[in-house]
């Protein structure tokens, strides 16, 4: 069995970090974390790294989740594919939908080092309307933006402590008016996919079939 991983650059260090827990080596190649904004162009992207992959890979490990039905349609002719069965990469850090609904019982705004340092959240989208229109008519888009938020969600990954997204994290907060917050993350899910413990929390799709939305909530 030979495995290659396509996963996303937001949760570059949590993986590395799992594969070097677990001592695994393997191909790995992270996309642009921008890519999740536009699903499609995401699928695009991905199915075009699936086609490119060598014909002695026989696994492709898709570091993904669903991310807005960016992964459904995805398929090989000669490789199977195998998927973590979770919604996006929020899910995959909290190790379980039940988790997560349960932390976003009163409406949560999650994040991660990965994800500021990425540039991906609603603090860069804050800061580039903030230069484009002024900060009257930002604090309207953002209200409609994050007005059913009422908690900030760190996940604390374990990842060694660096720069200063703790205090950008704070920033955030005040200027949303959102309770802060620190939970645990968990690579629990990251390590099933890279060990090849494909239980249920993994999809597994044989060569010529294509990843279908309804794998995401089978049994």
Not at 155 to 170: C, K, Q
């Amino acid at each position: 069995m030979s495995l290659i991983l396509l996963a996303c650059n937001t949760i570059r260090e949590e993986i590395c970090a799992a594969a070097e827990n677990l001592h695994i080596r393997m191909p790995m190649i992270f996309l642009e974390s921008g890519l999740h904004v536009f699903p499609e162009m995401l699928r695009r992207r991905l199915q075009t790294e699936i086609d490119g992959v060598g014909k002695d890979v026989t696994h492709i490990l898709i570091g993904f989740g669903f991310c807005g039905n960016a992964l459904v349609g995805l398929h090989s002719a000669d490789k199977i594919l195998v998927v973590p069965k979770v919604d996006d990469c929020v899910t995959l850090l909290l190790g379980s939908m039940t988790r997560r609904i349960e932390i976003n019982r009163d409406g949560a705004y999650f994040l991660t080092r990965g994800w500021l340092d990425n540039g991906v959240t609603l603090w860069d989208e804050y800061q580039r309307y903030l230069r484009q229109y002024g900060e009257k008519k930002t604090t309207i888009i953002m209200q409609s933006m994050i007005g059913h938020y009422q908690r900030l969600v760190l996940i604390n990954t374990g990842l060694p402590e660096g720069g200063d997204w703790r205090e950008t994290a704070d920033r955030m907060a005040a200027a949303f008016s959102l309770e802060k917050v620190e939970i645990k993350g968990t690579y629990a899910l990251i390590e099933k996919l890279l060990s090849g413990v494909w239980d249920q929390d993994m999809i597994v799709v044989q060569p010529g079939r294509e990843i279908e939305l309804s794998m995401l909530v089978e049994g």
